[in-house]
Every structure is written in structure tokens, then in C-alpha cells.
């Protein structure tokens, strides 16, 4: 079980709160980092400001090498099928621009697939000629498996599945979505944004060829961070669009040899204090017990979901059948941004969704936007009471 009070005494607005604490629903966001990830960049920066970052780096050579050894024991790779990154877009665009496109393939993506990842995909048909469509969701929300194994041939060379989605609570069918794909012989990408720190993840039970994660939200590191994995097999076989003296070799005047592993995938210059937090996080996390952590997230989610439908006016908006900490609402006759602002009010942290990130999912939904609230495993059930109360002032107001 989790220690409460070892979590809350870890979190500087909880420990350093004044009077009534904050409620923070915003990990699906950016989660509020416990103080070891705060106090790892810090002292960094400062050792930084003590010899130079070349030094400072140099010192700290065997933790960066851990950070991804950490991550490895949390997804069950090795640290060689990771390279580190500063965002999961980044990791994600990484993976997708290296591989070969050209006219009449095809691109497959989620009915739920975020923004970035879309415009990406639309971006190299344009420029290849290849084409971009997306998979139907079943009845329930989720990745219409039956309807996906019937679009694919032999022309489908990449497919982008979404494991959580970012306007809601479902968790897809991926290790099912991606032996499917294989069968034609498509490379599978999953974005884990959502997922990586609050479901479990195992990416060799889930057979994907790559996937990337960001470091900010329910792994709970800083901002400016990510990873992505990538299957060392097809690793070998990928060139990044991009390359430097990090990620490769300049071994001739006309030759150069990339890096033998996921590292191809990265850059020499990065934030390394960043990085050593991301560490600190992730290690964080496999101290705690994951599997205790994402227990809480899925029992804080499930008393919103629970409780939220009992307010008059209000309607939650999650789909599927297997649910993430993401907990997706709205309330009668107010916008959700007005929601969000007015719950600011009362030090109450959530967040909206809009049509524009999650495109055809909620242009099917006839939605322009949701309110997000996405409780941690620090949230107490005191907080979320608040929470619920005050969205019951809300459209008892409105009403």
C-alpha cells in the first residue's frame, strides 16, 4: 500500500501549504513533481554554475545512463531500446519521420489520435504521396478491432495507435491492434503520453515496434522531457531524418556509421538536469511500488466517475471499457473553460480538452471541448469532495 503521508510530505504545495491545500486534478497536464526531482535539477543546475556543464555532465555520466535503465525496468526493456528526448512528440515524430514513405502507401492512425500526431501524418502524405486514414472506433469508444483488420494490406506501413486518449478515459486494445497489424508487416508506434506512470506497461506483451512517452504528467518529472522506445530489431533497420555526432559517427570524409542502438535517436546537446529530474521521477515511482500507484489513479478516477453523474447537469463524457485516471465531463449550459476558470477560484486544478487536439474523435462526438480532471495517486478523497462539491455550486448556480 501507499504511504499517504510519505507522498503528501513529498510534495512541496502540499507540505508547504499555509492553509487548506490545493486540489490538484491536472496530471493528465503537468503533475506536481515530489521534491527528490525538484531537488535533483536544482543541485544540478547549481553544480553547473560551479564548474561549467561540460563538467557537471561529465560527473554525472553513470546517473544519466540510469535514467534509462530505470525507465527500462518500468516498461520491461533494456536501456540500449531507449533514447532520451524532450517531449513525447518529439519521440514520436522522431520514430515516424525515419521511416520510408512513398506513393500509394498507407498511413493508418486512431479515432482518437492526437493533434500532433495527425498533422505529421498528414504532412509526409502530402510529401510522399502516400495517404492517411483512420481507424473506426467499435460501439464503446475503443479501436474497432474487426473493422481495423479489414483495412489493412500490404500498402499499410505505419500505423499510430493511441493508448489513452488525451479528451477522455478509455485505454485501447493495443498488444490485440498491434498483432493484427503485424500480420501485413506494418510497423505499430504507440503514443504513451497518457499511459506511461499511470497503467502498466510491458511493451514486450505489447509487441509494438515503437513508443514514446513524455516526462510531465503521470510519471510526474519535468517539463522539457520524454522518451521513446524503440524494438531494437527495427531499431537496426531505421536511419533518423536527423542525425548529429551523438547519434552517429563520422568515420570518413564521405562516411559516417550510426549509433548501434536506440541512442541514433538522440542529440548531443540536452537538458541535463532535466534528464537527471526525469530519473529521479521515474525511480520515484519504482520505489513506491507501480503497481500500488496505479491502483489510487484508477480508484481516485473511478469515485469522479462514480459520483460526478449524480449532480444535475453535469454528464461525463469518458468512453470505453478498460478506463485511465482521465476523467472527461461538462455540465449543462456552461463552457468548459468558464468551468475551469471558476474552479480556479477555489485552488481547484483541472483542465480543458478541445475539438482541435482530438479532432475526429470529438467532431463524431459533436464536442467542442470537456473538462479534464485527472487525479494522482497524492490526491486525498477530502480533495476530491471538494471538488465534487464545488462542481455541484456550479450547475446548481447555472441552473
Not at 497503467?199 to 514514446?212: F, N, P, R
Not at 475539438?355 to 470529438?362: F, H, I, P
Amino acid at each position: 500500500m501507499l504511504d499517504t503521508q510519505r507522498l503528501r510530505a513529498d510534495i512541496p504545495a502540499y507540505a508547504d501549504a499555509a492553509g487548506p491545500p490545493p486540489v490538484f486534478l491536472d496530471s493528465a497536464g503537468s503533475s506536481l513533481p515530489p521534491r527528490v526531482v525538484i531537488d535533483t535539477i536544482t543541485a544540478h543546475l547549481r553544480r553547473e554554475g560551479e564548474i561549467g556543464g561540460y563538467r557537471a555532465a561529465t560527473e554525472r555520466l553513470d546517473d544519466l545512463a540510469g535514467v534509462k535503465s530505470a525507465i527500462g525496468a518500468l516498461i520491461n526493456a533494456d536501456a540500449s531500446a531507449i533514447a532520451l528526448s524532450d517531449s513525447a512528440s518529439r519521440s514520436w515524430s522522431d520514430f515516424f519521420y525515419a521511416i520510408g514513405l512513398g506513393p500509394g502507401d498507407r498511413i493508418l492512425i486512431s479515432g482518437a489520435d492526437y493533434a500532433s500526431n495527425a498533422i505529421a501524418a498528414l504532412q509526409r502524405a502530402r510529401a510522399s504521396g502516400a495517404s492517411v486514414e483512420a481507424i473506426p472506433s467499435d460501439p464503446t469508444g475503443r479501436l474497432d478491432l474487426e473493422a481495423f483488420a479489414d483495412l489493412l494490406d500490404e500498402r499499410v506501413k505505419v500505423v499510430s495507435l493511441l493508448h489513452a486518449p488525451t479528451n477522455g478515459g478509455l485505454v485501447n486494445p493495443v498488444a490485440e491492434a498491434t498483432r493484427i497489424a503485424h500480420r501485413v508487416g506494418a510497423l505499430v508506434v504507440l503514443d504513451a503520453c497518457q499511459s506511461a506512470g499511470q497503467i502498466a506497461i510491458d511493451v514486450t506483451e505489447l509487441g509494438v515496434d515503437a513508443m514514446s512517452a513524455t516526462g510531465r504528467k503521470w510519471l510526474r518529472g519535468p517539463r522539457g522531457t520524454g522518451f521513446l522506445y524503440v524494438r531494437p530489431e527495427v531499431c537496426r533497420e531505421l536511419e533518423p531524418s536527423r542525425l548529429d555526432l551523438h547519434s552517429a559517427t563520422w568515420t570518413g570524409p564521405q562516411e559516417y556509421r550510426l549509433a548501434p542502438d536506440a541512442t541514433r535517436f538522440e542529440f548531443w546537446e540536452c537538458d541535463v538536469a532535466a534528464r537527471l529530474g526525469l530519473g529521479a521521477a521515474v525511480r520515484y515511482l519504482l520505489d513506491l511500488g507501480p503497481e500500488h500507484v496505479f491502483a489510487a489513479v484508477a480508484a481516485n478516477a473511478n469515485r469522479l466517475r462514480d459520483q460526478l453523474p449524480s449532480i444535475p447537469g453535469v454528464t461525463v463524457r469518458d468512453l470505453g471499457t478498460e478506463r485511465s485516471g482521465i476523467v472527461s465531463f461538462t455540465i449543462e449550459g456552461l463552457d468548459p473553460v468558464e468551468i475551469r476558470d471558476r474552479l480556479r477560484d477555489s485552488d481547484i486544478t483541472v483542465t480543458v480538452s478541445h475539438r482541435s487536439s482530438t479532432l475526429l474523435d470529438m467532431s463524431a462526438r459533436r464536442l467542442d471541448s470537456v473538462v479534464r480532471a485527472s487525479p494522482h495517486c497524492f490526491v486525498s478523497v477530502e480533495e476530491l469532495d471538494r471538488f465534487l462539491d464545488a462542481v455541484g455550486r456550479l450547475a446548481r448556480r447555472r441552473r
